[in-house]
């Protein structure tokens, strides 16, 4: 993917524009045929909250192609950070089954397989922000001189050029959330996993960002789940879902 960034030098705060052609578009038609990075069926999850048993999901069923960006929405509460956490591997569900590129998650898969951007950064706060967006290469076993240029070029796309060397708490809540996603970036997976990824940022900020990440994952055909509030870039994936009642819809 390295070869498709952009190497200007970008202003501190404005996230490049990506270059990267912007023409393809899978439907859920036109995905026969293609590789299926992601495919769930039907998750359940619980939570017992004291005697409570809360079902946040109730069968959802999800598959994403290569090159494919699916949004989802929903009130908040309605389950999406659950279900990004059963998609990513990290939590497991209480029914159903999850396939990445057809096999079951492993986690030694994990870091070659997925980006992921967390609702809340989980940056290391003892680094800095090219130490971060390393740190994808560094669990991989692969960190040379190949690995710190693309990192540092994903910093320029996401608008951090002079912000390299400062600690999460140096950054605002808008700049953590852009190394958030070039960590996510940086070993070109084939699924990125988005929770509301432009959050913190102001409008013009968070198209840039949003703009950025579908463009690369057209570009390099990784699939893309995007969380996210905002209808305007909801409209911009392939293909918009709701969670609602524990289960995904379209629009
Ligand atoms: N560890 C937990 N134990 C008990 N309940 C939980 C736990 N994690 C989440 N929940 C509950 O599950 C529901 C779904 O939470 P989740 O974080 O997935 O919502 P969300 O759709 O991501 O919301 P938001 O848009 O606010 O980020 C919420 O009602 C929440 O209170
Ligand atoms: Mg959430």
């Known amino acids: 993917m390295s070869e498709n960034l952009s190497s200007s030098p ?3 705060t404005n996230v490049q524009p990506s270059k990267l052609k912007a023409e393809y578009c899978v439907t859920p038609g036109a995905s026969a045929g293609l590789e299926v990075v ?9 939570y017992l909250s004291g005697s409570q048993r809360l079902e946040v999901l109730r069968g959802v069923d999800l598959a994403v192609a290569a090159g494919e960006s699916v949004s989802i929405r929903g009130e908040s509460g309605s ?21 990445w590129s057809g096999r079951s998650p ?11 951007v967390f609702q809340s950064f989980y940056l290391i706060p003892e680094i800095d922000a090219l130490a971060n967006v390393l740190m994808a290469a560094r669990i991989l076993g692969v960190l ?3 690995q710190r240029a693309r990192a540092k070029e994903l910093l320029a796309l996401t608008g951090l050029v002079g ?15 852009r190394v958030a996603v070039a960590r996510a970036l940086m070993n070109s997976p084939r699924l990125i996993l988005a929770d509301e990824p432009t959050g913190n940022l102001d409008e013009h900020t968070g198209d ?7 463009s690369l994952c057209r570009e390099t ?22 969670l609602h009642d524990g289960k995904l819809s379209y629009g």
């Open 163 to 177: 912000r390299a060397a400062h600690l999460p708490a140096q950054l605002s809540g808008g700049e953590r959330q």
């Open 208 to 214: 840039s960002v949003v703009e950025l990440l579908l």
């Open 221 to 242: 055909q990784t699939a893309l789940v995007l969380v996210t509030h905002n209808a305007a870039h909801a409209q911009k994936t392939s293909r918009q879902l709701f």
């Open 144 to 146: 040379g001189a190949a």
């Open 79 to 99: 389950g999406k950070s659950t279900l990004l956490n059963l998609l990513s591997g990290l939590d497991t569900p209480d029914a159903g089954s999850l396939l």
């Open 106 to 116: 492993h986690p030694k898969d994990r870091a070659r397989f997925l980006g992921m």
């Open 10 to 12: 970008a202003a501190a």
């Open 38 to 46: 992601l495919s769930a069926t039907a998750l359940r999850k619980n």
